[in-house]
């Protein structure tokens, strides 16, 4: 008897689209971990920007990329991450961090080494994993993906009713502009602007495009 293979719900879009809080519910509702690949590119901008290298020396940022130790884990069903040890916690939603973190992630060697860590993560379990570039490049042969989006008003209002402060246009810019796994609409996704939707009504459009696409769920 064949074991069964693990799931992948991919679901991406743009900063405070609402998709980690979409991720966190369906991951919730179904059993799957939950997987915030942005936060592992925040952990390592963390790293670089505690070492005070300059962010725009790739070539500074690429070997500290090979000098420190990244530790994936989870935790009550979330992933984690480590950096040679440490738990970075509430400092990654630093708004230095919401500044910088787009520059770093856009580094080729950077997004290697970490989309083969996010990959790892399917070996254990059936996840739902947020990104940029879940559906497009980490994992685009699931048939689960999702385009979470939001008018660019409701974005910055998200963001600030969460008090952070950071300039989203030049996110965007920088995430839909770069050379390695730009942010964009993966095929065959299904495509969902939350701009008037609560989290709830986002959460059961998403459950019932996953029913019709034939996910099994308990």
Not at 78 to 97: F, M, N, R
């Amino acid at each position: 008897m064949e074991e069964a293979q693990n799931n992948v719900i991919a679901i991406d879009g743009p900063a405070a689209s609402g998709k980690s809080s979409v991720a966190s519910k369906i991951s919730e509702k179904i059993g799957y971990l939950h997987v915030n690949s942005g936060l592992m590119y925040r952990a390592f901008t963390w790293s670089v920007l505690r070492s005070g290298i300059d962010l725009n020396d790739s070539v500074s940022v690429i070997q500290h990329l090979n000098s420190v130790s990244l530790n994936c884990g989870q935790s009550n069903g979330i992933s984690t991450l480590t950096v040679d040890g440490v738990d970075p916690g509430a400092e990654l939603k630093a708004a230095k961090i919401n500044e910088n973190v787009s520059l770093i992630a856009a580094i080729e060697e950077v997004r290697k080494v970490l989309v083969s860590k996010q990959r790892e993560y399917l070996e254990i379990a059936s996840i739902v994993m947020e990104g940029r570039d879940i559906g497009s490049v980490v994992f685009p042969e699931t048939p689960y993906k999702f385009y979470i989006d939001a008018s660019a008003e409701v974005r910055a209002q998200r963001r600030m009713a969460e008090g952070g402060s950071d300039d989203l246009e030049r996110r965007d810019r920088i995430d839909a502009t770069r050379k390695v796994s730009p942010l964009k609409i993966p095929d065959d996704a299904c495509v969902i602007d939350t701009s008037e939707m609560d989290l709830e009504q986002v959460v059961t459009e998403v459950l019932n495009v996953l029913k019709v696409r034939g996910l099994e769920m308990v």
